[in-house]
Nanobody, 115 residues
């Protein structure tokens, strides 16, 4: 059963913006910290941003100042606003809890940054 569904990816030019959405189950959203991950071809999956329940949001050094994670409790949805995108941001983006639940990985949403 799919518990996390990502959307909002696409093709964008360098310097452009995208907003990713992650619809989570009420159970996962209510009890787990949520985060965004990405995996580029031939690369390991990495944590991009996380929103702990009791501390401030955290970001990978590579995206600080450009990405913003947020959530909508009423919709059980977490967002990733991505600004000033760079070619190295190209990857499949996933949402999951932080730490991630192995059974919750979805198909992700493709983000391609290219001229």
């Amino acid at each position: 059963q799919v518990q996390l569904v990502e959307s909002g990816g696409g093709l964008v030019q360098p310097g452009g913006s995208l907003r990713l959405s992650c619809a989570a189950s009420e159970f996962i959203f209510s009890i787990f910290d949520m985060g965004w991950y990405r995996q580029a071809p031939g690369k390991q999956r990495e944590l991009v941003a996380t929103m702990p329940r009791y501390t401030g949001a955290k970001y990978a050094d590579s995206v600080k100042g450009r990405f913003t994670i947020s959530r909508d409790n009423a919709k059980n949805t977490v967002y990733l606003q991505m600004n000033n995108l760079k070619p190295e941001d190209t990857a499949v983006y996933y949402c999951n809890s932080d730490p991630p639940r192995a059974s919750s990985w979805g198909q992700g949403t493709q983000v391609t940054v290219s001229s």
